[in-house]
Structure formats: C-alpha cells, structure tokens
C-alpha cells in the first residue's frame, strides 16, 4: 500500500449524529495528522524565509544533454517511485536536464516542439522549479522558460516544508533536493478542443512526468509523482496565476 493512499478520499455525507466512538476516532485521526504536519510547519515558520522577495534576473541553464549511459530500455526497467533519498544536493546541470525531459524544446523549427507531446502542440503546461538543496542555485522557486532553457526567479526562500503540508503532511517531499512542479492552463487547450481538451492536458501532464521519471532514474536520481495536494495552497505558495492549476508534483532527490 502506497504511503498516501486514502489520501484522496473526501468524508461522506453526514446522516444525524454520529455515535460518540465514531467522532473519538474522527477526533484521534484529526490529531494525528495534526500531529505529523506540526514539526513541519514549526521548521517553516521558523525560517524567516523573504516570501515576498522578487529576485530579479534570468538564469540560463547549462545545456541539455542528448545522451547518457543508461538506455532506455534500462530506464523504463528500473523506474520505481523513490520517496527516500541519499544525502547530498541534486546538480545545477541535472535538474536543468530534467526540467528539459520534461517541457524543453527538442525541434530547432519555428515549431519549437519539445520533448513531451502536446495536443495541436499547444502547450498548456507551465513547469515550476521549487529548489531547495540545488547546488549553484538559490533556494526558491522558478519557472522554467523552455524556449530559452532558462529559468525565471519567482519568490525566495526553502519552500520545500511548506511544500509538503500542502501536499496533506507527505513529509518526505520536504526531503527532496527540488520539486519540479506541473501546471496548466487549461484555455490554451480547450479553446480549440472545447471540454475535451481537459482531457488532453490530462494526457499530457501524464507524458511529462514520465520523461521526468525516466530522466531521473538515467541521472542516478529519483522522484515520484504526487498528485495528493491542496491546490489552491500550491497554487499560492509557487506565486502561479489564478488560470494556472497545479496538477502534479515531481520531488526528485539522489537515490540512496
Ligand atoms: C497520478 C498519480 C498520482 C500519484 N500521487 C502520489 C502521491 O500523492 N504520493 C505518493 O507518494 N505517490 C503518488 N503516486 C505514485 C504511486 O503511488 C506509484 O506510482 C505506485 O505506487 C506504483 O509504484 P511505482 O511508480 O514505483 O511503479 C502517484 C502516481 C500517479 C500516477
């Protein structure tokens, strides 16, 4: 059983008064979880952290690389989800190649179109980078501009706890060296595609994790997709816009 299964289930409807055992429970479980998220949001209150700072200028990435020592067939058989992590930063350069696996432009064309497939290659998806043990990076989050391999600074900061109660207290998120972040702006599909282009941008998130899977596991590293978080805290803890909807999260460490 996966560490956060249940997690996405929602309290049934109420019918009269409950019998006092079942609200114990309900009290117990509440304090519980209560009890997990607390040294988290102690750390991150703690920290100070320049929430409102705007750092200013444009990163560029160093270079994807076209080929590594693992094939893919060797990446596909040893993917797993990893939720522990070795000590130790993740690399400037490899979360450059990973954001790059996940969105970058792999078509010199005036295309431009990048390594995970797009419906109508419209691109719905945004890519956020929230760093927090990268090494030759602050931490912070960013966004990652894929027509110029770059990265945009957003707010400052290690956001990484705050990170993992909005992902309903999975703390091993707050481990990870950075969590690439995937949103959408769904208008950008369905305004060609109507309601079936939600399905597409579905669709797509879904390849992009996979690349970011893949990667991860050819670089010595690893993540896992979490899809159990409050949207709305993500959304405001990354500074995305009310039209950019988080919709996966990808927290990649060194494996141990
Ligand atoms: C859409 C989606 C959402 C997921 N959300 C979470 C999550 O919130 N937390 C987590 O620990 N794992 C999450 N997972 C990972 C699954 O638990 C994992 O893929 C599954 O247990 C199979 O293990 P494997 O990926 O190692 O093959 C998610 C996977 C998918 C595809």
Redesign the pocket.
């Known amino acids: 059983m996966?560490?956060?299964s249940g997690?996405h289930r929602q309290p049934g409807p109420r019918k009269g008064r409950e019998p006092a055992s079942t609200g114990r429970r309900r009290a117990a479980a509440w304090l519980a979880g209560t009890a997990a998220v607390a040294p988290l949001f102690l750390r991150w209150a703690a920290g100070g952290h320049a929430l409102a700072t705007e750092l200013q200028e444009t990163l560029a990435l160093p270079k994807p690389r076209p080929a590594g020592s693992l094939s893919l067939e060797g990446a596909v058989h040893a993917?797993?989800?990893?939720?522990e992590f070795a000590a130790g930063p993740v690399a400037l350069a490899e979360a450059a190649q990973l954001l790059w696996a996940a969105q970058g432009v792999t078509d010199g064309s005036r295309w431009r179109r990048r390594a995970a497939p797009s419906a109508g290659a419209l691109y719905p998806l945004e890519l956020a980078l929230l760093a927090g043990r990268v090494r030759d990076l602050a931490p912070g989050v960013y966004r990652y501009l894929p027509r110029d391999h770059a990265l945009r600074p957003g707010l400052a900061g290690d956001l990484r706890d705050a990170l993992a109660i909005a992902?309903?207290g999975?703390s091993?998120i707050a481990k990870a060296g950075c969590v690439l972040v995937l949103a959408a702006v769904y208008g950008r599909c369905t305004g060609k595609y109507g309601k079936r282009g939600e399905q597409y941008v579905h669709m797509e998130v879904?390849h992009a994790?996979q690349n970011v899977?893949l990667q991860a596991r050819a670089l010595g590293l690893g993540t896992?997709?979490?899809?159990?978080?409050r949207d709305r805290q993500v959304q405001r803890l990354l500074g995305f816009e009310a039209d950019e909807v988080p919709l996966?999260?990808l927290p990649v460490g060194r494996l141990r």
């Open positions: 996966s560490p956060f997690m993917r797993r989800s990893v939720r992902a309903l999975q091993w879904g994790a899977y896992t997709m979490v899809g159990a978080f996966g999260l």
